[in-house]
């Protein structure tokens, strides 16, 4: 059952007398509990598809539904309500605040909800436990590694147990052991939570943990590869080999 639907999707920038087409028709499902990469070369269009998906920014043409609501035509508050029951985000560059304690960054979209400070404690410890960052808690970001603070950022976008869970780059930022503690950590969690993740990736490795991978050129649709029951590294050595197809994915 999909739990997203894009239809017909386009995104142009400019005005008439320079028009960009960034996005040209796409169509997408995801499915509940899928973890769905998307690479594509630098300037495909793959980053904007994110954010037209993710509500960040507005499609030019073309609708979007997520768990059957179609948001492209919101009105700000409207949007800003559903971003906040549907959508968790995880970004490269983390976007904790500094001045909040690590638990303090994790609860911070159950603050604007009507949950009791007892429910958000035992989310805050159950995704925290999941994600290696307990005894984290007190601790500000300044105080923590980078490794740390994706874990910090991912556990924020779980807490509230969003139908959605977009990842721009999460390990952009990361050396390869963080990346791959951050990595499995998320294949777990989409496993058990049956979390719904859709990442933009630039990286191979990272990709080799998606269900399915989309590769998008030209602000379309390349091909899509499904992992079905290969092992990472067949399903790792397939994105290789489709990357080489497409000319090379460049960071």
């Known amino acids: 059952m999909p739990i997203l639907r894009a239809n017909k999707i386009g995104k142009t920038y400019g005005n008439k007398f320079n028009k960009q087409e ?17 690479m594509g070369a630098s300037g495909s269009g793959k980053t904007t598809l994110l954010n037209v998906l993710s509500s960040i920014d507005r499609v030019s043409q073309g609708s979007i539904e997520i768990e059957g609501q ?8 409207q949007l800003a309500e559903f971003r906040k029951r549907h959508l968790g985000f995880i970004f490269q560059d983390y976007n904790l605040l500094d001045t909040l304690t690590v638990k303090e960054n994790v609860l911070l979209p159950l603050s604007i909800t009507d949950i009791s400070r007892s429910q958000a404690h035992q989310k805050f410890e159950q995704v925290a436990s999941e994600l290696g960052i ?4 007190d601790k500000y970001p300044a105080e923590i590694s980078g490794g740390q603070k994706q874990r910090t950022s991912a556990a924020r976008a779980f807490v509230h147990d969003p139908s959605i869970i977009f990842a721009d780059e999460p390990t952009g930022a990361l050396d390869s052991k963080s990346a791959s503690d951050l990595l499995n950590k998320l294949a777990d969690m989409n496993v058990k939570r049956q979390a719904t993740i859709v ?14 991978v989309v590769f998008i ?35």
């Not at 179609?70 to 508050?77: A, D, P």
């Open 22 to 38: 960034v996005l040209k028709g796409i169509d997408l499902q995801v499915d509940k509990g899928e973890f769905v990469g998307i």
């Open 70 to 77: 179609e948001f492209t035509r919101m009105k700000e508050k």
């Open 134 to 137: 307990c005894e984290l808690r």
């Open 199 to 212: 990442m933009v990736t630039h990286d191979p490795v990272a990709a080799s943990y998606c269900s399915r």
């Open 217 to 251: 050129k030209d602000g379309q649709i390349y091909t899509q590869l499904n992992k079905g029951d290969e092992s990472r590294q067949a399903f790792f050595n397939d994105v290789i080999k489709t990357q080489g197809v497409l000319g090379g994915v460049q960071q």
